[in-house]
């Protein structure tokens, strides 16, 4: 049965997501009379939440009452991050910012903070382009909810970086484990692994949501619990929502299906098949140790001819 919100006598929106929020059944908030259903009876600490986090979604408990949905808890937070994480070491860095793992300063478990310096993305002159990338990326995972999504858990803004505190998942990337894993990888494990992608990527199209780049780095394991394995799909930063077909272009040459291709040389359109067959692709790059399939290309521009070539369309 759904369980309703209830933090110290009031929800969520009403203490400014400060302090623990105890689900019980059957309470609602004191302050705005708001009934907030979850899946599950669970305590969490809105503003640092993990990947433990509860499914929240629009629904009509009481008449005359209403139910949050997630994306309520996510708007840009207040401060900075320093006043509520402490960065323990630097995770990777791009061409616009860097990533950190971080600790809530509350002892919750470790997030991630992606940055992106906008004094940097000014002086390659992709301000549009950086900034809005990743404003769109945060709009798409404001309204995610699924456990093989990564997590946004909150975001800020400065007068010099945007900020994206996400989910940690410490298990390392299919790449990695494929490479580098000191157990056998079976059939039934990438069953296992390729079922949660599948899911995760389900759950986006109903969503009108292509990830559009697909690929074993952006495979990531929750834990090192590699017996009972659980994936999460991260970087959302070439997604977008579509209608019925799409012609931008994005993702990872080895990875791109031959329809996104052709839209860049003959300027048509494709939807999210798309996302399939970059599938279709991870999954033989794991059966076959590292290859790719149908062929194997030096460059971008080697794939776009093979494309043009349409051999497999």
């Known amino acids: ?13 009403a203490t400014g997501c400060v302090g623990k929020v105890v689900l019980e ?20 600490s809105p503003g640092t939440a993990d990947n433990r986090y509860t499914s929240l979604s629009f629904a009509d408990a009481r008449p005359g009452k209403t139910v949050v949905c997630r ?3 996510l708007e840009q937070s207040r401060g900075h991050p320093k006043d509520h994480y402490e960065l323990l070491q630097e995770l990777g860095r791009g061409a616009f910012g860097v990533v950190h793992l971080v600790r809530p300063l509350n002892g919750a478990a470790n997030l991630v903070c992606k940055v992106v310096d906008k004094r940097h993305a000014c002086g390659d002159g992709m301000t549009d382009d950086a900034i809005k990338s990743f404003q769109d990326e945060i709009q ?7 456990p093989n999504v990564n997590r946004l858990v909150e975001h800020y803004e400065d007068y010099k970086n945007l900020y994206m505190i996400l989910g940690y998942a410490s298990g390392g990337d299919l790449v990695e484990l494929i490479c580098w894993a000191d157990f056998d990888v079976s059939e039934s494990f990438l069953a296992n692994v390729f079922r949660q992608v599948l ?18 780095d952006n495979i990531m394991f929750l834990t090192k619990d590699y017996e009972h394995p659980h994936v999460v799909v991260i970087d ?29 040389v003959s300027s048509g359109q494709f939807g999210p098949k798309c996302d399939i067959y970059s599938i279709g692709a991870m999954l033989f790059y794991c059966l076959s140790e590292a290859e790719l399939p149908w062929f194997q290309a030096d460059t971008s521009g080697d794939l776009q001819k093979h494309a043009k070539r349409s051999l497999f369309l």
Not at 199 to 216: F, N, R, S, V, W
Not at 250 to 263: C, D, K, L, S
């Open 1 to 13: 049965m759904p369980r309703f919100v209830v933090g110290s006598d009031v929800c969520i929106r």
């Open 25 to 44: 059944n059957g309470h609602a908030c004191k302050v705005c009379g708001r009934w907030f259903l979850v899946d599950e009876l669970e305590v969490m």
């Open 71 to 73: 994306s309520w808890l």
């Open 140 to 146: 798409l995972l404001r309204d995610l909810d699924h």
């Open 199 to 216: 899911e995760a990527t389900a759950y986006c199209h109903g969503k009108h949501i292509i990830h559009k780049d697909l690929k074993p």
């Open 236 to 264: 959302f930063g070439a997604a977008e929502l579509y209608n019925k077909r799409t012609n931008r272009f994005a993702g990872t040459p080895g990875y791109i299906a031959p329809e996104v291709w052709q839209a860049v």
